[in-house]
Structure formats: C-alpha cells, structure tokens
C-alpha cells in the first residue's frame, strides 16, 4: 500500500474511510491484526463423511502498515480421536489503491510467497476473490466474512479426486 510522503499507512487508511467498500476491507484487515486463536474443520465429501477439526494459536507480526504475516499453531484430531500438530504462515497484504486485501501462503519462506486470492467485497459484505486459486488439477474458490467474534475464511476445494470444504475461524 502506498503511504503518502511523510505520513504513515494509517493516515491514508483514515484519509479514505467512509467508502462502503473500503470499510469492508478495513474492517476484516482491524480484526486479523488482533486474532489470537485458530479453529479449522475440514470436511472431505469424496471419501466420505470424514471430518477433521483443529485448534490452535495465532501470532500476528504487522510488516509495515500494509502487511500482516499470520502464524498458525495447533493440533489437528480426526473423527477416531488420531491427531497430529499443525503450523502454517500466511501473508495479508492491504491494497487500498487497488480496492483489495491479498492472501499468500508462506510454506517456502516470504520471498517465494505462493498466491491464495486477492479479494474484493461484495454487495453482501463478504470478500470474494478476484478469481480461483488453480493448483494443478485443483480448484480453490474462498470467501471471507466477517463474524461477530472474528472473521472466516472459508474454501471448497474440487478436482478430479477432492471435494473439500476448509474454514479457518480466527477469534
């Protein structure tokens, strides 16, 4: 994000609230910067009703006033009581020249970021991306929105041998 000379990204944020959209982009970019907790559930329709949930902890770094790295940690426990740890890294970029709030996933460390979904709102108040994250034979299509105690990240995952629904809740 741009930030005018002398100024500081939040002196532009301030300069621009009041459009509808740009509220809702703010509005999931305050939330994120002050989660705490992750919970996940993943739901495979292909090889049937199996169903995974997670919990864990959140750190968040702000990465000058327009980047939030998101770091995960948790465990995982499947429908038989198995489980194993989780961790993950996710970058949030907010673009308000562009009107959007950019997703990357950080498994190859942040100077080889791997490109989820720039999103946009929408006339229901979610953010929707821009287009799907195509990964090989794979379709990821992801919505975000906004909850009373956090925000959601929700993604139906289909291909040749997937039908998954992921959401990551952040509170």
């Known amino acids: 994000m741009y930030a005018p000379p002398g100024g500081t ?19 999931v970019w305050r939330l994120l910067q002050s989660v705490h907790s992750v919970k996940l559930s993943i739901v495979d329709s292909s090889a049937g009703p199996t169903q995974l949930q997670g919990t864990g902890e959140v750190a968040t770094e702000a990465v000058g006033g327009s980047e939030l790295v998101i770091r995960e940690r948790g465990r995982w426990s499947g429908p038989r009581g ?17 009107g959007l709030l950019r997703l990357e ?9 791997v490109m989820l979904m720039e999103l946009v709102p929408d006339a229901q108040g979610l953010l929707i991306p821009l287009g799907p994250h195509l990964c090989g034979e794979d379709r990821y299509d992801g919505t975000i929105r906004v909850l009373d105690d956090g925000v959601e990240v929700s993604w139906k995952v289909t291909g040749p041998t997937k039908k998954l629904e992921i959401r990551r809740r952040y509170t």
């Open 105 to 113: 996933h950080l498994r190859h460390g942040p100077d080889e970021p």
């Open 9 to 27: 990204a939040e002196v532009l944020l301030r300069d621009i609230e009041g459009s509808t959209e740009i509220e809702s982009l703010l509005s």
């Open 82 to 98: 198995d489980g194993s740890h989780f961790s993950d890294s996710l970058r949030w970029t907010l673009d308000t020249e562009a």
